[in-house]
T-cell receptor, first 114, second 111 residues
Framework: EAGVTQFPSHSVIEKGQTVTLRCDPI?????LYWYRRVMGKEIKFLLH????????ESGMPNNRFLAERTGGTYSTLKVQPAELEDSGVYFC????????????FGSGTRLTVV | RKEVEQDPGPFNVPEGATVAFNCTYS??????FFWYRQDCRKEPKLLMS???SGNEDGRFTAQLNRASQYISLLIRDSKLSDSATYLC????????????FGKGTLLTVNP
């Protein structure tokens, strides 16, 4: 089966610009998650979708971040306007509704804000 | 106090060595425990789940002590290909699917 796909793999933008990250989960995975690793820190949870609904968005840093999952398939994470501290690697992951089999992570989007 | 704390590392060991990683977690309500492996500039990949009775997968042995809120990973007869960052990961119970990661411990196995 195809894995979790993230696009783009790298993005370099200027402070104040907007960036949209995309994640395509494994087909049939109702759970979709976004995580982020800022340099020197641990990987941190951002939010969790069950199908198209936000189950938990407690990790979203502030209202410059907007995640959507229209139709319960792929998800987008938009950062607007981007700040320097938003630089890091953004991972998407997906799992079955019952969490059986655990998570599968995508290869991540490396975001650099300059 | 961090939710999941790991040995800071890095660990440099020769091939064939035995290496142990330690991890503690602060949330006593945590229900599931894992070791993930992350290669440089790659995504985390599940190495093994950790069960209360302890479990083994080939050269890898994981232990969990709920009373002490302590998790360990032992790698025996280490190989060059074991070089990676090892992440201790904890999950809440029930419908809480959020994973909490430790910062990771970098292992380099030298020839």
């Amino acid at each position: 089966e195809a894995g979790v796909t993230q696009f783009p793999s790298h993005s370099v933008i200027e402070k104040g610009q907007t960036v949209t990250l995309r994640c395509d989960p494994i087909s049939g995975h109702d759970n979709l998650y976004w995580y982020r690793r800022v340099m020197g820190k641990e990987i941190k949870f951002l939010l969790h979708f069950v199908k198209e609904s936000k189950q938990d968005e407690s990790g979203m840093p502030n209202n410059r971040f907007l995640a959507e999952r229209t139709g319960g398939t792929y998800s987008t994470l938009k950062v607007q306007p981007a700040e320097l501290e938003d630089s890091g690697v953004y991972f998407c992951a997906s799992s079955h509704l019952t969490f059986m089999g655990g998570y599968t992570f995508g290869s991540g989007t490396r975001l650099t804000v300059v | 106090r961090k939710e999941v704390e790991q040995d800071p590392g890095p660990f440099n060991v020769p091939e064939g060595a035995t290496v142990a990683f330690n991890c503690t977690y602060s949330n006593s309500a945590s229900q599931s425990f894992f070791w993930y492996r992350q290669d440089c500039r790659k995504e985390p990949k599940l190495l093994m789940s950790v069960y209360s009775s302890g479990n083994e997968d080939g050269r890898f042995t994981a232990q969990l002590n709920r009373a002490s809120q302590y998790i360990s990973l032992l790698i025996r007869d280490s190989k060059l290909s074991d070089s990676a960052t090892y992440l201790c990961v904890v999950k809440g119970g029930g419908s809480n699917y959020k994973l909490t990661f430790g910062k990771g411990t970098l292992l380099t196995v030298n020839p």
